[in-house]
T-cell receptor, first 112, second 113 residues
Framework: ETGVTQTPRHLVMGMTNKKSLKCEQH?????MYWYKQSAKKPLELMFV???????ENNSVPSRFSPECPNSSHLFLHLHTLQPEDSALYLC???????????FGPGTRLTVT | GENVEQHPSTLSVQEGDSAVIKCTYS??????FPWYKQELGKRPQLIID?????GEKKDQRIAVTLNKTAKHFSLHITETQPEDSAVYFC????????????FGTGTSLTVIP
């Protein structure tokens, strides 16, 4: 599947590092999302963007900073993360509320 | 806000048997209910969805039913096969929540050959 792509696929970073995750969708969708998926936990919504405007920040710590320069690209900037932030970070897009989401392959993040 | 509950958390069935996963939701304004399948190490994939103006939808061996009065919806998989083994997530959304989807906690389905 190439509809929603994410880079990098794997990332190991120290707690003092700064890194960014990138997501790109080629489906012409208007909404993009960041989710966190930890082992044995449900999908946790982090951020929602509609037409490049952030419409949801689900009480996410400020060490996670999203950026949506256009409706096709979404970034998640990371800085001074904690080991408990280690998880799979999934990007998704959808046409609107009444259409299914298409997920990217995820970035497996390990914070050491 | 919306609260989606999903049961059971794990389910094992013999190959060829049927599997049923149930979800309940709290917001009566929710009107779109997708189901996702996530195989080990892979991304969640949309497998079927239903809108609130429909009571049932089928796609080959999978079907989804919706009871708006009781605020629950279910995924039915018939003639299960080993490749159906995965984690299944239900979700709900409404126009009132700005494109936000609320997910259930997932059901780990194992189909025993």
């Amino acid at each position: 599947e190439t509809g929603v792509t994410q880079t990098p696929r794997h990332l190991v970073m120290g707690m003092t590092n700064k890194k960014s995750l990138k997501c790109e969708q080629h489906l012409g969708h208007n909404a993009m999302y960041w989710y966190k998926q930890s082992a044995k936990k449900p999908l946790e919504l982090m951020f929602v963007y509609n037409f490049k405007e952030q419409t949801e920040n689900n009480s996410v710590p400020s060490r996670f900073s999203p950026e949506c320069p256009n409706s096709s690209h979404l970034f998640l900037h990371l800085h001074t993360l904690q080991p408990e932030d280690s998880a799979l970070y999934l990007c998704a897009s959808s046409q609107d509320q009444a259409a299914g989401q298409y997920f990217g392959p995820g970035t497996r993040l390990t914070v050491t | 806000g919306e609260n989606v509950e999903q049961h059971p958390s794990t389910l094992s069935v013999q190959e060829g048997d049927s599997a049923v996963i149930k979800c309940t939701y709290s917001d009566s304004a929710s009107n779109y209910f997708p189901w996702y399948k996530q195989e080990l190490g892979k991304r969640p994939q949309l497998i079927i969805d239903i809108r609130s103006n429909v009571g049932e939808k089928k796609d080959q061996r999978i079907a989804v039913t919706l009871n708006k009065t009781a605020k629950h919806f279910s995924l039915h998989i018939t003639e299960t096969q080993p490749e159906d083994s995965a984690v299944y997530f239900c979700a709900a959304s409404s126009r009132n929540t700005g494109n936000q989807f609320y997910f259930g906690t997932g059901t780990s389905l194992t189909v025993i050959p």
